[in-house]
T-cell receptor, first 114, second 114 residues
Framework: DAKTTQPNSMESNEEEPVHLPCNHS???????IHWYRQLPSQGPEYVIH???SNVNNRMASLAIAEDRKSSTLILHRATLRDAAVYYC???????????????FGGGTRLMVKP | EPEVTQTPSHQVTQMGQEVILRCVPI?????FYWYRQILGQKVEFLVS????????KSEIFDDQFSVERPDGSNFTLKIRSTKLEDSAMYFC????????????FGPGTRLTVT
């Protein structure tokens, strides 16, 4: 799977929007962009995924650049419960390197201040 | 909401002993996974399992490791002769099928090898 680059940490105030960036300049045409998060002392949790178009779900929004070389996870109103490590993961679902393993990087540790 | 469960939550064992970590995946899921996370490090893929066979495995998953689905509900990871460096959080995950975008993770088993 192609490599992603994320800031090590970010800080946000409670009830404010948070934009978590991810760079993936070597993304291939069949790589889906996945976001997972890991709350303290818990297993990873799926957040959202996308291929080309922006996506919204109950947890977050995913904005994907037109050239797909970067994406941004948007939490519209951060809560204390959103403090976690957020992982941006590329996964080839359909191409020659398709597989079902997730390759986690270091992620971004989001701290939310009350 | 259905969830992946894991037992025990914490296992302490002596070096050289065999351990079995147990997981109950979500009932209608067909793909099962084990990941591990050494303290302070990244989440690492170990193995995926489908139709009673290993689908993919990483370099970490050597001959000391084995997986089994002994019945219709449990999925186990066995480490035959534990080493100090096997100390980690072990996460089980499951997904509906190979192409599913979401993998559902359990809360983890903390393995401590002394």
């Amino acid at each position: 799977d192609a490599k992603t680059t994320q800031p090590n940490s970010m800080e946000s105030n409670e009830e404010e929007p948070v934009h978590l960036p991810c760079n993936h300049s070597t993304i291939s045409g069949t790589d889906y962009i996945h976001w997972y998060r890991q709350l303290p002392s818990q297993g990873p949790e799926y957040v959202i995924h996308g291929l080309t178009s922006n996506v919204n779900n109950r947890m977050a929004s995913l904005a994907i650049a037109e050239d797909r070389k970067s994406s941004t996870l948007i939490l519209h109103r951060a809560t204390l419960r959103d403090a976690a490590v957020y992982y941006c993961i590329l996964r080839d679902v359909e191409g020659n390197n398709a597989g079902n393993m997730l390759t986690f990087g270091g992620g971004t540790r989001l701290m939310v201040k009350p | 909401e259905p969830e992946v469960t894991q037992t025990p939550s914490h296992q302490v064992t002596q070096m050289g002993q065999e351990v079995i970590l147990r997981c109950v995946p979500i009932s209608n899921h067909l793909y099962f996974y084990w990941y591990r996370q050494i303290l302070g490090q990244k989440v690492e893929f170990l193995v995926s399992f489908y139709n009673n066979e290993i689908s993919e495995k990483s370099e970490i998953f050597d001959d000391q490791f084995s997986v089994e689905r002994p019945d219709g509900s449990n999925f186990t990871l066995k480490i035959r002769s534990t080493k100090l460096e096997d100390s980690a959080m072990y996460f089980c995950a499951s997904s509906y099928d190979r192409w599913a975008y979401e993998q559902y993770f359990g809360p983890g088993t903390r393995l401590t090898v002394t």
